[in-house]
């Protein structure tokens, strides 16, 4: 986090565009609102736009505005959120939902500082400086043809990786003090602290949701907590190891984009002339999938079975097909 807090210092004076990369509630946000409150457009304003919140038409006309008439609906002419970012700063979250439309007009206006609205042939120019944060690998989305790879080179002039908070335990106790302060103050009542066995807690949970779990926990325990110190008994059932914890997912946490991630490693690392890499990738995969399922059905292969959606003696066929029969099966 200190590398990351250099980094948004250095870039901040300048007129280059970030590229914010990190998991769902790793802080993106309050980075982007640092890089404009440090930079010389700080009195300018800053413009946030979550681009997975809009259709492609509504966020078109979100970005870029609309001449009245130009669709159904168009009631008024309306200001574009780039004309509004005129001399300040907007911040594109969740870019890489955006349209191969969309990323065209935002391609022309990072090269130009141009654009029409939406119905009308006059020319738009602003000022103003493009912050895009994203939880996907973009260089996966470009390998799969859902995003611009010349879009993706002037969005990610300097790119800012936010590491998820499972990798900086460290500072889950400063967090936590922070955010009890925090909601003791909103909720007008007197200071209290975390107490060590629930700072223990804290710790030690991977908080797939980050630091805006992490928040949202901490509120939760601060309305529940009669005392003057958080206890366990004030953190959620997840937390405490009393239910299943989820599991860490990479970056881009949708199946279609792990499956991507999957085959393009396969793929690169295949030697030259591999005649059997569908088998080899396929195969891996169903065993990884057999094997977990069977983990979590604690070894009955009847439960295991109507887990996967296969008959009990298909599911046979491919412990015996992948080597994983280990003697009787356990009875339910």
């Known amino acids: 986090m200190q590398q990351v807090y250099r ?44 681009c997975g919140a809009f259709s492609e038409n509504l ?67 602003v000022d103003t400086r493009v912050i895009a944060a994203t939880n996907r690998d973009l260089e996966i989305e470009i390998e799969a043809g859902r995003f611009r790879e010349d879009l993706y080179y002037r969005l990610n002039v300097v790119q800012i990786d936010l590491p998820p908070l499972r990798e900086r335990r460290g500072d889950i106790p400063a967090l936590a003090e922070h955010f009890v302060a925090k909601y003791c103050e909103e909720n007008d009542r007197d200071p209290i602290r975390v107490g060590r066995e629930a700072m223990d807690l804290l710790a030690h949970y991977d908080w797939l949701g980050n630091v805006r779990e992490l928040e949202n926990n901490i509120e939760r325990a601060v309305v529940l907590c009669a005392r003057d110190e958080i206890g366990p008994e004030d953190l959620p059932p997840r937390v405490r190891g009393l239910a299943p914890p989820r599991s860490i997912r990479a970056r881009g946490t949708d199946l279609e984009t792990l499956a991507s991630e999957l085959v393009r490693h396969a793929v690169a690392r295949a030697p030259a002339g591999e005649d059997s890499l569908h088998q080899k990738v396929v195969g891996r995969v169903e065993r990884e999938l057999i094997e977990q399922v069977l983990a979590d059905a604690a070894g009955i292969q009847i439960k295991a079975a109507a887990r996967l959606g296969i008959n009990r003696n298909t599911l046979h066929k491919k412990l015996r097909e992948f080597g994983l029969e280990e003697g009787p099966e356990p009875i339910a």
Request: a neutral charge; hydrophobic letters at 35%; glycine letters at 12%.
């Open 59 to 125: 966020l078109e006309s979100e970005l870029f505005g609309h001449v009245k008439g130009s669709f159904t609906g168009a009631i008024t002419n309306r200001t574009g959120r780039f004309e509004a970012a005129h001399t300040g700063t907007i911040f594109l979250d969740e870019v890489s939902t955006a349209s191969e439309k969309l990323q065209v007009k935002l391609l022309r206006i990072l090269q130009e500082g141009e654009f029409e609205r939406v119905g009308d042939t006059h020319t738009v120019h």
């Open 7 to 50: 980094t948004t210092r250095q870039v901040a004076g300048s007129s280059a565009s970030v590229l914010l990369v990190g998991e769902t509630g790793t802080g993106k946000e309050l980075i982007a609102r640092a890089l404009h409150t440090l930079s010389g457009r700080a009195s300018g304003p800053f413009i946030r736009v979550n």
